[in-house]
């Protein structure tokens, strides 16, 4: 079974540069034809999907948010990692991190309450 879990500050100041760690278990992030994304939720809202970073390494983030995100990775420890730079309050959000395979988010992490405030 597949595990994920998301490690990070629960507050950041404006401005700064949120990051997030998804430590993943029970598969490889190198596993072939697997992705693994960030998404968001902010309050009262759905859920916006953020980026990915691919078994291969390559990267894809959102339109709307690809001049401020960006997905890394450390094989050697498989986990990877969200950098969101110059948050605003709304980036206030519960982020997730998610396995996804075979065309379905099948696996996802708990979930991690970020709060951009001064």
């Known amino acids: 079974q597949v595990h994920l879990q998301e490690l990070g500050p629960g507050l950041v100041k404006p401005s700064q540069t949120l990051s997030l760690t998804c430590t993943v278990s029970g598969d490889s992030i190198q596993a072939d034809l697997t992705y693994w994304s960030w998404i968001r939720q902010p309050p009262g809202k759905g859920l916006e999907w953020m980026g990915a970073i691919f078994h291969s390494g390559f990267t894809h983030y959102a339109p709307s948010l690809k001049s401020r995100t960006s997905i890394s990775r450390d094989t050697s420890k498989n986990q990877f990692t969200l950098h969101l730079s110059s948050v605003t309050p709304e980036d206030t959000a519960i982020y997730y991190c998610?396995?996804?395979?075979?065309?379905?988010?099948?696996?996802w992490g708990q979930g991690t309450q970020v709060t951009v405030s001064s």
């Open positions: 998610a396995r996804e395979a075979d065309g379905a988010f099948g696996s």
